[in-house]
T-cell receptor, first 112, second 111 residues
Framework: ETGVTQTPRHLVMGMTNKKSLKCEQH?????MYWYKQSAKKPLELMFV???????ENNSVPSRFSPECPNSSHLFLHLHTLQPEDSALYLC???????????FGPGTRLTVL | GIQVEQSPPDLILQEGANSTLRCNFS?????LQWFHQNPWGQLINLFY???GTKQNGRLSATTVATERYSLLYISSSQTTDSGVYFC?????????????FGQGTRLTINP
């Protein structure tokens, strides 16, 4: 596979569930990102990992917990979410800071 | 933080027409990208253009960093150009990684 992949592509979960989103990049990049796209709002940066260290946590609630075990994989662990957390969650990667970010296809999350 | 404004919010054109999309930003940037989001949500890179001019087929982009704006030109539009176009900018130093997105321009190309 090439580029940035995300699984699952669609996820429906209840407010009491725990689930995880997975992102994998096949580009040899050293930085990875989580973004959230809600209806009628601009894409919002959630987390930035550079060389597997979290360098940005953009005031995201603790019910979202990121994990970056190596430079190719990024997870977003979800627990006790709210219906307003329903959104498209996008993963991206780049080589270095001021460089092109490449996005995965996203996971469309619905919280019931 | 950096503010990003895109205009127009919506644009409806006939196939074959040309279009210009604008992105204004409020501060110096080290990163500026244009994306096309298809109906399935995939963000497709169009240009990485913090300054200067680039062309790729029917698309071209110009960023005038000193005046804090960027333009995306689409010539001879096709129905497959429909979708939402986003401008995203990143600031100085570590800020270059923290892309701030505009609200997008929704482009509809009618046959």
């Amino acid at each position: 596979e090439t580029g940035v992949t995300q699984t699952p592509r669609h996820l429906v979960m209840g407010m009491t569930n725990k689930k995880s989103l997975k992102c994998e990049q096949h580009l040899g990049h050293n930085a990875m990102y989580w973004y959230k796209q809600s209806a009628k709002k601009p894409l919002e940066l959630m987390f930035v990992y550079s060389l597997e260290e979290r360098v940005e946590n953009n005031s995201v609630p603790s019910r979202f917990s990121p994990e970056c075990p190596n430079s190719s994989h990024l997870f977003l662990h979800l627990h006790t979410l709210q219906p307003e957390d329903s959104a498209l969650y996008l993963c991206a990667s780049s080589q270095g800071g001021s460089d092109t970010q490449y996005f995965g296809p996203g996971t469309r999350l619905t919280v019931l | 933080g950096i503010q990003v404004e895109q205009s127009p919010p919506d644009l409806i054109l006939q196939e074959g027409a040309n279009s210009t999309l604008r992105c204004n930003f409020s501060d110096s940037v080290n990163n500026l990208q244009w994306f096309h989001q298809n109906p399935w949500g995939q963000l497709i890179n169009l240009f990485y253009i913090p300054s200067g001019t680039k062309q790729n087929g029917r698309l071209s982009a110009t960023t005038v960093a000193t005046e804090r704006y960027s333009l995306l030109y689409i010539s001879s539009s096709q129905t497959t150009d429909s979708g939402v176009y986003f401008c995203a900018v990143g600031g100085q130093g570590w800020g270059a990684q923290k892309l701030v997105f505009g609200q997008g321009t929704r482009l509809t190309i009618n046959p």
